[in-house]
């Protein structure tokens, strides 16, 4: 182990005033692994994803990406360390287009600033390239706005957009849910695109069935702490992962 | 975000085009619009002459103004009810210094506009740092603001007549004749301004991020857009764009009135709204709201000129404000037209 790991987080504490919803979290994520993330209900799952990705602050701890401790205290300094998150109602903006969503706070301007003119045409085709790259492009083109899309294809255009931004890490907060089987199969080939192509991924999901299909590794959450960090789908069965996020084989 | 939206199938060219006019927001006002000229001109054809036209032109411009910064800023998801009162205040402010012999006219125009500014920041820190909802903020603002005004005077109109000879208010409000149609400097800056807004929402990086800002502030700021910054910015320009309009009427009626501007800000909500810019935020348009302003403005001239009692000048507009919403919620889904 030459290589410091992708995404290393030590003794993160997370408290929501009194709430205490991470505690003492230690977690590391390599480069092109694909981990999932389990738990119950408010285990603390997206409360993690939200602080790895800068949205919420965290009360202690650190934070380091291929080794370097790093300060994050803006979605923008996640972004700029090459994360990308995916939630799983809050990616896109449904009235803009699918162009638009895709370089959105990224935008490809031909002037300085806020102020800049926005090249339309270019970020347009780049759009259609990805989309073809991701196998949506029938008959959709990029000037399409996102609500007039299926929740699978909305999925495909974020996960294009983490593709294109070629960020390290990709989190995906319950990207399957309400997705129908053809859907969810193909957000899961994405996933898989992602690892093939160098990147890793943290992917969160309720359905174990899911994410047996592409996770690595699998860690599991209770109670805002992490109990199992390397549950692998070769040699855990469904029913023994189940037991540990319910904390059932304790009791054994 | 249940619905599932039609995906984009081809269509013969002709309906095509149809379908295409149809989905703009821009389509329903165009057609009022369009609609009422032809009915007010049928009634009355002194409504198409070009001294009517004029003059309607020229009070449009001040509720217009508000109207294009109110667009941008309900495009953010929010308003500002206040602007009616600092429609009345910055005149105020401005002539008070001025008569006083405090500063020089320009002096004055620019420090009523910074006080404008940051009574808009003001407004938008409250919105955005304390969470409060925009309507409760901008109502107390509309009092402290409107307060102030009636607290500064004693109730008394500001005396302007000083100012014919003043090069700042020929810049605002001087007039001069195309043909027979006499054009006020107040309707260049209107033209001038609304050009820019439009470039402004939809052709630049600011103008997609206040979209988003409407549209979905939480993926926005998920993006890395600064949503807060971008709602204080707006609510900035609002105050700033409701004192330059209320200094140009204040100009043009020789009168700086502390009550002045009072109500102004629902008939701004009303022309933006029927020009198809969403109350809730995400999509605005400027060219609608042009449409609106117009539709508003010429509904005030044309009943008049057609013999229906001034009074009943607010059953029409509520009627039309009511058709509209109508109307624009039925196309709802045709509306989601992106760029
Ligand atoms: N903004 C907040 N303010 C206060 N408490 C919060 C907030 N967000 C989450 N919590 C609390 O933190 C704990 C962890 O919540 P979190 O959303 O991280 O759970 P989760 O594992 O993602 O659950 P789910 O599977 O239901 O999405 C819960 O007890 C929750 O009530
Ligand atoms: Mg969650």
Redesign the pocket.
């Known amino acids: 182990m030459t290589e410091a790991p992708l995404v290393e987080m030590h003794h993160i504490e997370k408290y ?2 009194r ?1 205490h ?1 991470l505690r003492d979290v230690n977690l590391t994520i390599r480069k092109g692994e694909i981990v999932g993330l389990l ?1 119950d ?7 993690l994803i939200k602080v790895l990705s800068g949205a919420v602050p965290y009360t202690s701890g650190e934070i380091r990406i291929k080794g370097k401790p790093i300060v994050m205290t803006s979605t923008n300094d996640a972004i700029d360390a090459g994360i990308e998150t995916i939630y799983q109602d809050s990616a896109l903006v449904p009235m803009l287009s699918i162009a638009r969503n895709l370089f959105l706070g990224r935008e490809l301007t031909t002037g300085p600033g806020f102020m800049g003119r926005l090249d339309q045409d270019r970020m347009n085709a780049v759009a259609a390239d990805l989309l073809r790259r991701v196998g949506i492009s029938k008959n959709i083109p990029p000037t399409t706005p996102i609500g007039s899309l299926s929740g699978g294809e909305r999925q495909a255009v974020a996960i294009a957009r983490a593709m294109y931004f070629d960020s390290d890490l990709i989190i995906l907060d319950e990207p399957t849910n309400n997705l129908g089987v053809a859907e969810t199969q193909g957000v899961l080939r994405f996933v898989r695109e992602a690892r093939d192509t160098g990147h890793s991924c943290i992917f969160i999901a ?1 359905n174990i069935h899911h994410v047996f299909q592409v996770v690595d590794r699998m860690v599991v959450m209770r109670r805002g702490t992490v109990v199992a960090d390397d549950l692998r789908p070769a040699t855990s069965s469904i029913q023994d992962v189940e037991d540990v996020i319910t904390g059932e084989h304790l009791a054994l | 975000m249940t619905e599932q939206g039609t995906t984009p199938t081809e269509h013969p060219p002709a309906l095509g085009i149809v379908r295409f006019l149809i989905a703009k927001p821009e389509f329903g006002p165009l057609v009022l619009l369009v609609l009422m000229i032809v009915v007010f001109t049928s009634i009355n054809p002194a409504f198409a002459s070009l001294n009517n036209i004029g003059n309607a032109l020229t009070f449009t411009v001040e509720l217009g103004l508000i109207a294009l910064s109110m667009t941008l800023l309900m495009t953010a998801g929010e308003f500002d009810l206040s602007v009616g009162s600092v429609f009345g205040f910055s005149p105020v402010i401005m002539w008070t210094f001025f008569n006083a012999g405090f500063l020089p006219l320009p002096a004055a125009f620019i420090v009523a506009l910074l006080i404008a500014v940051c009574i808009g920041l003001v407004s938008g820190l409250f919105v955005t740092r304390l969470g409060i909802p925009s309507f409760l903020v901008t109502l107390g603002m509309l009092l402290v603001v409107r307060g102030s005004a009636l607290w500064l005077t004693d109730g008394f109109p500001q005396r302007t007549w000083d100012a014919h000879d003043q090069w700042l208010s020929q810049v605002l409000v001087g007039d001069f004749y195309i043909g027979g149609l006499r054009i006020y400097m107040s309707l260049i800056w209107f033209i001038l301004l609304a050009s820019l807004s439009h470039y402004f929402l939809t052709r630049t990086r600011f103008g997609n991020w206040i979209q988003a800002t409407g549209g979905n502030p939480s993926a926005a700021r998920n993006r890395g857009v600064p949503t807060q910054r971008v709602k204080v910015t707006l609510f900035m320009m609002s105050a700033a764009m409701a004192a330059f309009a209320g200094i140009i009427s204040s100009i043009r009626v020789s009168a700086a009135n502390p009550n002045s501007g009072a109500g102004y800000e629902l008939e701004v909500i009303a022309m933006v709204v029927i020009g198809g810019t969403v109350l809730t935020g995400g999509r605005g348009t400027i060219a609608g709201t042009v449409l609106g302003v117009l539709i508003l403005r010429l509904m005030r001239n044309g009943i008049v000129l057609i013999g229906v009692p001034g009074l009943a000048y607010n059953i029409f507009i509520g009627a039309i404000i009511l058709g509209m919403m109508a109307l624009h919620a039925g196309l709802e889904r045709r509306h989601n037209t992106g760029t």
């Open positions: 929501y005033g709430v919803a738990g209900n408010g285990a603390g799952k997206s409360t309720h």
